[in-house]
Nanobody, 125 residues
Framework: QLQLVESGGDLVQPGGSLRLSCAVS????????IGWFRQAPGKEREGVSCISIKGGATNYADSVKGRFTASRDNAKKTFFLQMNSLNSEDTGIYYC??????????????????WGQGTQVTVSS
């Protein structure tokens, strides 16, 4: 059974950077993508980015384009989200999730069936 574990969340000042990691265990060979989602206090969970597991193609929400970069190390079965120029609106719990079908490209929560437990990112001075 697939399991995902996020790490790397922290308190960071505005303008700062963080790199989140998502370690995958189990057989992910049939999955299409790993997505990153976040949930701010009092708000709905939203898609941030995804990366196709085999090809490495990436997709980003408009709110993070140019600031966030998704990458992968397939040998280590670890996925990363590099976050730069962070601001207070980036505060939230960040989750990684596995999407089985190609429509997971569109970062809809319903298209992801296996989730990590989340890691807290707080952007504050």
């Amino acid at each position: 059974q697939l399991q995902l574990v996020e790490s790397g969340g922290d308190l960071v000042q505005p303008g700062g950077s963080l790199r989140l990691s998502c370690a995958v265990s189990g057989d992910s060979s049939d999955y299409y993508a790993i997505g990153w989602f976040r949930q701010a206090p009092g708000k709905e969970r939203e898609g941030v980015s995804c990366i196709s597991i085999k090809g490495g193609a990436t997709n980003y929400a408009d709110s993070v384009k140019g600031r966030f970069t998704a990458s992968r190390d397939n040998a280590k079965k670890t996925f990363f989200l590099q976050m730069n120029s962070l601001n207070s609106e980036d505060t939230g719990i960040y989750y990684c999730a596995a999407g089985y079908y190609t429509n997971s490209w569109f970062l809809q929560i319903a298209d992801y069936d296996t989730w990590g437990q989340g890691t807290q990112v707080t952007v504050s001075s």
